[in-house]
């Protein structure tokens, strides 16, 4: 039974984080951090979890929950967003302190990158400054061992008075201790924090207040803390405190007074708010610089060159955009030609054991029709899903991960980010679309990384244009079966490649051309200002991606072939073969969907095939093959070839093979996505606008060039 | 001699050191976020293919701005 949070004591504002504890003894550890500081790697080494990692900010966008036990004590991992600071500047640093302060964790662990300490610093004091729960983990020690830079932890612990462990997550050295210091840290006997002195006037403002706040909260946060906030003015917090306490502590008569006394105190020494927030922020710098300069130490200055080289290849003006462009297609060329043997044996094998499972069949004396049902309906439709639709999958996807895990995605956005200004959008997106490569949904949850409302409804709305993965495979069929095929054999991969490359290119100019479009009419504004960080290059793990990503990727789509595509194989052979008035179901809907369909290129089996893959693009090649099979022509489709017969006998010509890619392209989002929109905007206006954009647009476009073509007389 | 300029003026590989910032609200909170305060000094390092963003090497992290944002970074030689 899974306890809630409300019956273990630990009250949580709404829309924060939910935590399950097992029994009341389980302990809850915050796991916080700056972006891109392997909080993640910690987290799924810790939890044995598979939290999805990469080298780049902004990865953890949701939080995540594990389990993890050590010495008999169960321990709860939440993995809160990585943030730079806890001053709620956007929704993941709003997220990330109310956990730490209202969530009541038994430890906090900040982690941080042992490569870049100090900057990591200031997220520690802040930290510290509202619990003293924390430990202090410097991660990736492997790098800066690499890049000899070395830390003195002794010295590190002294000054910030917490435990510190220096740790390498990746090859999980240090982890052992790490949960030590968890366990031990109630016990600790050399705990005292750091508490960050700052400016005269701001320590006697805080002094004037405290007593007040302290009298009011009692020891349910740092008095201190709520002090310097409440002079600060600090809205979102003490929005936080209002629901957390269940009343607002500035309306309170006394604090009210004392607030006003702090304020005209610093404006005396000549402090304004303005400037109250700039001595904070500088103290904490300050501070943070002390404390590494005290225990860090580099052999040389240059530890970066390295990086610095590498970047000044794959950002400059002369190659930055050719290697992208290479990157790209070297990856559908490995993924098209990587694909295609495969393909071919597990299609091999799996129709030789649909003649395996109708003689089986037979032999138990089942009636034909369910056999038919069975075999023809639910397991052909399997049998297409994995054998056309997984091998491409997965090899793309590992392709793709090891990119992200190396560091080179963030590269992506700065060489882009001039281009997203244009359109007024910002150059986040391009991770967003990147992410969009692997699963819309996901790329839609990651829009959490761009700041501005404005921004990020036109990086979710414009998402789907970038086709995921259940999208590629359809695509390269398609290209394979009509527009490769009359290539000399060893350029068709070559050709497929380009082609691929091309729908590619056309998905990423709608995104600008859509994005533009959006910020002069429904999301009217200018681009916001942003920082973004260019993490350290990391060698890739190789093997743990390659196994992880395909042994992933391999259940998913294995799972949501058994979920989604064997129901959607019943449903057209039953609407094959359920007949009304003498023709079957699917002829009545797509005879009425037909002279529609013919006006965007398409026929009706087609956009029927479109519609019932709304719950998963993958299984629109499959519905198209079963409904074509089930109106007559019965091949025996072992390869492309076939297929391609098949679909010729059926009306398709180039311009049916354009179409279908375009509109491949650009149509609704799958359920998935849809659903995900609605979470993440919280609104049903806004999940039907991404809904119509990419399915006009799509139609609209479809439209011309069916018409054009058939002006021209080009079919 | 002690001129002033703006971050975006600074040339690859040249450093100088933060005398001021004017960007106001959440991007001036944000640069203080990653460090950048009166007396920091900043490295760039490298531009965009476009030519902006430009990254800076900010306390031993690389982060790029935009020309718009950097521009409102005062910065004097030493």
Same mark, same amino acid.
């Given at each position: 039974m899974g306890l809630t949070a409300k019956s273990t004591g630990i009250k949580l504002i709404e829309g924060s984080l939910d935590i399950e504890k097992e029994t009341p003894n389980d302990k809850v550890i915050a796991l916080a951090g700056n972006?891109?500081?392997g909080k993640s790697t910690v987290f799924n080494a810790l939890?044995?979890?598979?939290q999805h990692t990469g080298n780049?900010?902004?990865?953890?966008?949701t939080s995540a929950q594990g389990k993890c036990t050590f010495n008999k004590t169960n321990y709860i991992m939440v993995d809160i967003p990585g943030t730079?600071?806890?001053? !709620?500047?956007s929704a993941e640093e709003e997220v990330a302190r109310d956990f730490i302060c209202f969530g009541n964790p038994d430890a906090i662990i900040v982690v941080c990158d042992a490569t870049c300490l100090e900057r990591n610093m200031n997220l520690v004091l802040q930290t510290i400054e509202i619990s003293d729960h924390v430990i202090v983990c410097v991660n990736l020690m492997d790098e800066a061992k690499k890049k000899h830079i070395y830390i003195d932890f002794g010295s590190l612990q002294k000054d910030l008075g917490v435990p510190v462990v220096g740790i390498s997550a990746r090859s999980g050295k240090g982890l052992g201790e790490l949960m030590q210091a968890v366990e031990e840290l109630n016990n600790e006997?050399?705990?005292?924090p750091i508490k960050i002195k700052y400016i005269s006037p701001i320590e006697e403002a805080i002094a004037i207040l405290e007593p007040a706040v302290k009298e009011k909260l009692g020891d349910k946060l740092s008095s201190r803390w709520v002090s310097l906030k409440l002079i600060d003015s600090d809205d979102s917090l003490m929005s936080s405190i209002k629901k957390y306490?269940?009343?607002?502590?500035?309306?309170d008569e006394a604090i009210a007074k004392k607030i006003f006394e702090a304020r005209a105190h610093l404006k005396e020494c000549g402090i304004n708010e303005d400037t109250l927030n700039d001595k904070i922020a500088s103290c904490l710098v300050i501070t943070a610089e002390g404390i590494c300069a005290d225990a860090v130490s580099f052999?040389?200055? %240059?530890?970066?060159s390295r990086d610095r080289k590498i970047d000044r290849i794959l950002t400059? %003006?002369?190659?930055g955009y050719p290697i992208m462009i290479l990157l790209l297609i070297f990856i559908f060329y490995l993924t098209i030609t990587g694909a295609n043997y495969p393909s071919e044996i597990i299609a091999n094998v799996l129709f030789k054991f649909q003649d395996v499972l109708l003689e089986f069949f037979k032999s138990l004396h089942i009636p034909n029709w369910i056999t038919d049902m069975v075999v023809m309906g639910v397991y052909r439709v399997l049998a297409w899903v994995v054998s056309v639709m997984l091998p491409p999958m997965a090899i793309f996807f590992p392709l793709f991960t090891l990119l992200e895990d190396v560091g080179y995605l963030p590269r992506i956005a700065f060489n882009l980010d001039r281009h997203f200004k244009k359109a007024n !959008?910002?150059? %986040?997106q391009a991770l967003t679309m990147c992410m969009g490569f692997g699963c819309n949904a996901a790329g839609i949850v990651g829009c959490?990384?761009?700041?501005?409302p404005r921004e990020r409804l036109i990086a979710t709305i414009t998402n789907?244009?970038?086709?995921c993965n259940g999208r590629f495979p359809t695509l390269i069929a398609i290209i394979t079966m009509f527009?490769?095929?009359?290539?000399?054999l060893p350029f068709q991969s070559f050709i497929s490649t380009l082609i691929l490359t091309g729908v590619i290119v056309l998905g990423i100019i709608m995104t600008f051309l859509i994005s533009t479009l959006l910020s002069v009419t429904i999301l009217k504004g200018v681009p916001s200002s942003f920082t973004l960080e260019l993490p350290p290059y990391r060698k890739p793990q190789i093997g743990k991606v390659i196994v992880r990503s395909i042994f992933d990727r391999t259940l998913f789509v294995l799972g949501r072939a058994a979920v989604v595509a064997a129901p959607a194989g019943l449903i057209i052979w039953i609407m094959a073969n359920v007949k009304v008035g003498g023709i079957s179901l699917l002829l009545h809907c797509s005879q009425f969907l037909d002279p529609f369909a013919k006006l965007l290129g398409l026929d009706g089996v087609i956009l029927i095939a479109f519609i019932l893959g709304?719950? !998963?693009?993958?299984i629109v090649v499959p519905i198209i093959i079963m409904a074509y099979m089930a109106t007559g022509s019965i091949v025996d489709l072992q390869d492309l070839t076939q297929l391609r017969t098949l679909l010729v006998n059926n009306g398709w010509t180039w311009l049916t093979a354009v179409c279908t890619m375009l509109f491949s392209l650009m149509h609704w989002p799958c359920s998935t996505t849809c659903l995900t929109i609605k979470k993440e905007t919280q609104s049903l206006k806004w999940t039907a606008i991404s809904f119509a954009i990419p399915t006009v647009v799509g139609m609209l476009i479809c439209f011309l060039v069916a018409s054009t073509a058939r002006i021209f007389g080009l079919v | 001699m002690n001129e002033i300029f703006s971050l975006s003026n600074l040339k690859e590989g040249e450093t100088a050191t933060v005398k001021k910032l004017r960007s106001t609200g959440s991007m001036r909170r944000r640069l203080q976020d990653i460090g950048?305060?009166?007396g920091t000094r900043v490295e760039c390092l490298q531009k965009s293919p476009s030519g902006d963003p430009i990254a800076f090497l900010i306390r031993g992290a690389v982060i790029a701005l935009r020309s718009e944002d950097s521009c409102n970074v005062v910065m004097s030689e030493n």
């Open positions: 972006p891109n500081v939890t044995g979890m598979n780049w900010p902004g990865k953890t966008v730079y600071s806890l001053m !709620a500047h006997t050399f705990i005292n306490l269940g009343f607002d502590i500035t309306k052999e040389s200055e %240059k530890y970066n400059s %003006k002369w190659s !959008a910002c150059g %986040k959490r990384i761009i700041d501005s789907n244009f970038v086709p527009f490769a095929s009359s290539v000399a709304f719950p !998963a693009n993958e | 950048l305060i009166e």
